[in-house]
Nanobody, 126 residues
């Protein structure tokens, strides 16, 4: 099972940008679908953006046109570029990996053999 290590996040003003990174501590992400999820206090977890091993992507409607998920297989890292951030984007963001489709990952989360990062806080506030 993968161990995923996240970096990035923090406090940003509305309209600003942040980039999150997700990389495994060992092994390769090559065959995995990777997704970014977020959960705000009192709300259900939401699949924000997912990318397949071949580069196909899936986005939640709430972030389309503002967030971009990408993977650099040479660096064994997946990124989430977040632009035009809004206060409602404030949440704990976590990356996840599983051997499944992007649609399944983003809409259902991981299965029993999926892996999760440690989570990182993103706060959008003036």
């Amino acid at each position: 099972q993968l161990q995923l290590v996240q970096s990035g996040g923090g406090l940003v003003q509305p309209g600003g940008s942040l980039r999150l990174s997700c990389a495994p501590s060992a092994l390769s992400l090559d065959l995995y679908a990777i997704g970014w999820f977020r959960q705000a206090p009192g709300q259900e977890r939401e699949g924000v953006a997912c990318v397949s091993h071949s580069g196909s992507t899936h986005y939640a409607d709430s972030v389309k046109g503002r967030f971009t998920i990408s993977r650099d297989n040479a660096k064994n890292t997946v990124f989430l570029q977040m632009n035009s951030l809004k206060p409602e984007d404030t949440a704990v963001y976590s990356c996840a990996a599983d051997l499944t489709t992007v649609q399944a990952l983003c809409t259902k989360g991981t299965g029993p053999f999926g892996s999760w990062g440690q989570g990182t806080q993103v706060t959008v506030s003036s």
